[in-house]
């Protein structure tokens, strides 16, 4: 640091630094630092949006404890996270093995596999909407072209299927992000610890248990991390292809929040429900952070 | 010297052209409303501004088509945010009242008065746009109630009667069921759509008196009473019958989802407001000629008239943003949206207007004169209940209601929680 001092303050590097980052942190600080205080501050209120505002100090969080809707928001919350790391995360990997490895219509394929990621949540939205729609949809019409009629479900409608039809939905959206992501990191392997295994004559199934999955090892836990943030907070599918229904079904806590505030015009409970989902987002992802974090140290140690 | 003269010029010259830009700047006012489909509101509503813009060529009117479903939400935070259009769309009523009472909506009584227009529009849809004798919104589109519109070819078929009694409504769906015709078209995503079967049949068991007394906290008034309950009971016994499509709760009235089911024969019967008729003048205009209505039967032993209506007089109200500044031309602009021609236009594209004087003599189309005469000819016409109750009460209906449909909640479950957010709402407990 020392070799810095004959330089004008205002060129030192904390300042430099300071200066590049205030536009951005401006902004971060105005639309999501600022929000969390004042929607708890809204939280403690009664409030339809444009009228009075009326303090009923912590009424909303206990009418949150009883709520069952927000309970189970947050129960479909959990079950979008385990499934879609548990398939957005392998078929990711498997999509990615499958398209680094060389043959004939790979580049076609990475084209056709990458698009559902380049459509907006909407047009998504109303694809599968379509694809669901019970009568004339196409996945109805394909099970009765092929004569399993029996197998025909009402996709969207029935409470029993509807959380699911939307996550395969999501995962369809999602399975190319991770399929880009590991596809980078399959190419930072270096090829001579490739060589050196096909020299030892180790199987295919070996090299991907031994050196494959250990070197992509913290990527899976970054995108684990990214597909846990992205699950708690999830929004736009789910708004556009179910609504949160029938009845909540496939509700989200952030469905439910959006709900709550811009349909039923309820802004002091749905900022409680906001800062809930703020809450658990934050302590989960504390959690899991800390615990991956303590595992690549320990691997770390051992190199 | 030279270069900060010309810099000097230049600011001048470009502060000049700005204000000049100012004084040469068109008015405009925005109109919001949910007309995104081509039919009777979207053609009249647009005639009038290209006629009202050829009047008046130094205001412009923009025109913000908003999807149903999504419109009530962007207008309640636009004004949240102090953002409102100038002139916007309503349905009267509860949702209405939230925004006079927030101070949002100009009480225009004395400039239809001077404009001449106040005596354009029906007493009776009026009363919907205002509070007290103050008017804060008027009556725009259509003169509604919902009614059972029904294919009479498949009726034929099959020797089928209209049912005037809830039993032989049951005995109609089964007959239609054996047929593999689906008995009603319901897109339930939408709730409101739903709700009309639950309003109708909460009016045909405790007349109503058990609504009006339930909303108003009055006389012992209760939704966890036993017309309600039964209403339930009579849906979830329709639901039990196949009254309803595969996959109803999920298809959006919004894209058509039910009425693709009547277009292409599946289903036999429609409750809807009366507007279908004009929607489907504009989608499939052949099917008219196999179509007709009939209203929704009767309860035996139920005290509500089999005669009593569930709509809206005055269907679209149109109201004055408070902060709107060229309040002078919207109001004008009003009365272009309800003079003569706006009248024809409505009547031409299957709407009946809730203004303009004489309407049931301009209507020469028989079945739409079948439609006036249904619409106007009731003594009781029960208002939309979430268009009555305030926007937090009225979601609990909706979403009660399509619980019920999906068997998902008990007759009794739907009816309390009704009643408990009641109390909550009006501070009872």
Redesign the interface.
């Given at each position: 640091m020392k070799g810095l001092d004959h330089l004008p303050w205002y060129r030192r590097p904390g300042v430099t630094i300071s200066l590049f980052l205030a536009p951005a942190l401006f902004f971060f600080a105005l639309y999501v630092l600022a929000p969390i205080p004042v929607s708890f501050y809204y939280s403690l209120f009664r409030w339809?949006?444009?009228?009075e505002r009326v303090f009923i100090g912590f009424q909303n969080w206990r009418e949150l404890t009883q709520d069952p809707i927000f309970w189970r928001a947050l129960k479909n919350n959990v079950t979008l996270v385990v499934i879609s790391i548990l398939v957005q995360l392998p078929m990711g990997i498997a999509l990615a093995l499958l398209l680094t490895s060389r043959f004939r219509w790979r580049k076609l394929l990475k084209t056709i596999y990458v698009l559902p990621y380049l459509m907006s949540a909407v047009a998504i939205g109303m694809l599968w909407?379509y694809i669901?729609?019970?009568?004339?949809g196409l996945l109805n019409m394909f099970l009765e072209a092929i004569g399993r009629s029996n197998w025909?479900l009402?996709?969207?409608?029935?409470?029993k299927v509807?959380l699911y039809s939307v996550i395969n939905a999501i995962n369809w959206q999602f399975i190319p992000f991770y399929m880009l992501l590991f596809m980078a990191a399959l190419v930072g392997i270096p090829d001579e610890l490739y060589e050196a295994a096909k020299i030892d004559g180790a199987s295919a199934w070996k090299v991907f248990w031994t050196i494959t999955l250990p070197l992509l090892w913290p990527t899976v836990t970054n995108a684990a991390i990214l597909s846990l943030v992205g699950s708690l907070k999830y929004f736009d599918l789910i708004h556009v292809l179910?609504?949160g229904?029938?009845?909540?079904a496939s509700e989200l806590m952030a469905t439910y929040m959006y709900k709550r505030s811009?349909?039923?015009?309820?802004?002091g409970y749905g900022s409680t429900v906001a800062v809930a989902l703020f809450t658990i987002g934050f302590v989960l992802s504390m959690v899991f952070l800390r615990a991956t974090r303590c595992r690549e140290y320990e691997g770390g140690g051992k190199r | 010297m030279l270069k900060r003269a010309t810099m000097c010029l230049f600011v001048i010259s470009l502060l000049l052209g700005m204000s000049l830009g100012v004084y040469a700047q068109d008015i405009n006012l925005t109109l919001w409303h949910i007309h995104t489909n081509v039919g009777a509101a979207q053609n009249t509503i647009q005639d009038a501004i290209r006629r009202f813009e050829t009047d008046y060529p130094n205001v412009k009117i923009e025109e913000v088509q908003i999807i149903n479903d999504e419109y009530k939400t962007k207008l309640m935070i636009a004004m949240g945010a102090n953002d409102e259009p100038d002139i916007f769309m309503s349905w009267g009523g509860g949702p209405l009242e939230t925004y006079i009472s927030a101070g949002k909506v100009w009480d225009m009584t004395d400039a239809l008065v001077e404009e001449g227009i106040y005596d354009n529009f029906l007493p009776v849809a009026l009363d919907l746009g205002s509070v007290g004798d103050r008017v804060y919104g008027v009556p725009i589109t259509n003169m509604v109630a919902a009614l059972v519109f029904y294919r009479t070819d498949i009726f034929e078929n099959l020797n089928l009667d209209i049912p005037t009694t809830y039993t032989e409504l049951l005995e109609v769906m089964a007959v239609l069921n054996d047929n593999n015709i689906t008995p009603f078209a319901l897109a339930n995503a939408n709730k409101w759509t739903g709700s009309m079967y639950y309003m109708y049949l909460a009016d045909r068991i405790g007349g109503p008196e058990a609504f009006y007394k339930a909303m108003m906290r009055t006389d012992g008034g209760s939704f966890a009473s036993e017309a309600f309950i039964k209403a339930g009971e009579y849906l979830q016994e329709l639901v039990k019958n196949n009254a309803f499509p595969r996959g109803f709760q999920s298809m959006d009235e919004d894209l058509a989802q039910s009425r693709n089911l009547l277009y292409t024969d599946r289903a036999a019967m429609y409750l809807m407001g009366s507007w279908a008729w004009g929607t489907i003048k504009a989608e499939n205009e052949s099917l008219l000629e196999k179509l007709d209505f009939f209203v929704f039967p009767g309860v035996d032993g139920g005290l509500g008239d089999p005669s009593n209506l569930v709509g809206t007089p005055g269907d679209n109200y149109f109201s004055v943003a408070q902060k709107c500044e060229h309040k002078e031309y919207a109001i004008k602009f009003l009365g272009y949206l309800s003079d003569e021609n706006a009248v024809e236009m409505l009547i031409a594209n299957g709407h009946i207007p809730p203004f303009g004087e004489d309407i049931g003599s301009k209507i020469d189309d028989p079945m739409m004169k079948k439609l006036y005469q249904a619409v106007s000819g009731s003594d009781a016409v029960q208002l939309w209940y979430d268009q009555s109750l305030p926007p937090e009460l009225a979601q609990v209906h909706l979403d009660t209601t399509q619980a019920l449909f999906g068997l998902e909640m008990t007759p009794e479950e739907a009816a309390q929680t009704m009643e408990e957010a009641a109390r909550r709402y009006h501070g009872e407990n």
């Open positions: 339809d949006g444009i009228g909407r669901y729609e019970p009568t004339f025909i009402d996709w969207l409608g029935d409470p509807v179910s609504g229904g029938p009845s909540h811009f349909q039923h015009f309820r802004m | -």
